[in-house]
């Protein structure tokens, strides 16, 4: 039975959501609400990845949040991927519009993200960066593109951490390939417009996705005016919007969505 939630905000509409593998994270909330809000989602994950993070993961998220998504109804789908494979963009698509139809949303949250200083910094280290956080992102927009045969409606919204509005000592390779992401999201809005799709990215600001200690938490909740750190729903809630009709006049957007946060 469909959820009570649901709205008809993006009924009919079907959407790609990469980097889901933990119920606590940003990639399963934006699923949620696009769910809730009507569409069809289809999501990877790559557990390699999350198993060697502080934070972890647990094999069963991913069944449990596909079982979550059926509430709402529709037609949701999952797949195991690693997106640093040259062939897997192609592979994605096939299997999402299988599984949900041919998708009119798609969301590039999957990122690569390892600490590092110069001491410690590798070509190898850089790489492994680049390959998901630039050119995953870059060919998945493509290939997006490609297969657009809508008119209109057509919705790309990347994710971004904010590296134009100051730096991130400890992240190189981090912050010069998501950095990238502002740059290529204003080019490629350029490119697809007369094809119908938008081309945003969102800045969610620090985020509480799992990976925050108490001490941490305390600290940065002191640098946002109310008080509190980001959460997964906030980011989702835009995701939502920039997913919807509504946004139809916003395109080469970096939208820092950061609630006030003070850096520095």
């Not at 994270?25 to 809730?36: D, P």
């Not at 001491?119 to 593109?145: P, Q, W």
């Amino acid at each position: 039975m469909r959820d009570k939630e649901v709205n008809k905000e993006l009924l009919g509409k079907a959407a790609i959501v990469t980097g889901v593998s933990r119920l606590e994270g940003m990639g399963a909330a934006f699923c949620r609400t696009l769910a809730r809000g009507g569409a069809s989602v289809f999501f990877t994950y790559w557990s390699n990845y999350d198993k060697g993070m502080p934070w972890g993961k647990k094999e069963s998220d991913p069944e449990i949040l596909l079982q979550e998504l059926k509430r709402f109804g529709m037609a949701h789908g999952m797949m195991e991927l690693n997106l640093a494979e040259a062939d897997s963009y192609a592979r994605l698509f096939d299997e999402a519009e299988r599984t949900v139809g041919s998708p009119s949303i798609l969301v590039n949250n999957a990122c690569y993200s390892v600490n590092d200083t110069i001491a410690t910094f590798t070509a190898e280290h850089l790489d492994k960066h680049y390959e998901i956080n630039v050119r995953a992102t870059s060919m998945l927009c493509v290939e997006f593109a490609r297969r657009w045969n809508g008119v209109s409606g057509g919705r790309i919204i990347n994710m971004t951490s904010g590296q134009s509005k100051g730096p991130m000592a400890g992240e190189l390779a981090y912050a010069a390939t998501k950095g990238a992401i502002d740059a290529l999201t204003v080019t490629f809005s350029e490119e697809v417009g007369e094809q119908g799709i938008t081309v945003n990215a969102i800045n969610p600001g620090p985020t509480d996705t799992g990976w925050m200690n108490e001490e941490t938490h305390k600290h940065l909740a002191a640098r946002f005016p109310s008080g509190r750190v980001g959460m997964p729903d906030d980011a989702a809630r835009l995701v939502h919007f920039l997913a919807s009709d509504q946004s139809e006049w916003i395109t080469g957007q970096i939208i820092h969505s950061e609630g006030g946060f003070k850096r520095g």
